[in-house]
């Protein structure tokens, strides 16, 4: 098996797509520099093991678009 990730311990758009292409999910370029951009919170263009853990927080705590609606008629 080869080693995907650099020794700086982040993850960049080619290395994610790489991960991607591993789990036969094709992406584009600027889908994967968008997953990027969305958690990046230092603009380093990478995604480093603070902002993971900060985009888990925030997915797990954020309940929006959980809520059960109920039609009223």
Sequence with gaps: MTHLFLSDGKIDAQELREIFSLLRHDTKKAEVEDIIWEVDDDSDKCVSWA???????????????????????
């Design 51 to 73: 902002e993971f853990q900060a985009m888990y927080h925030r997915c797990r705590v954020d309940r929006t678009g959980t809520l059960l609606f109920v039609q009223i008629s």
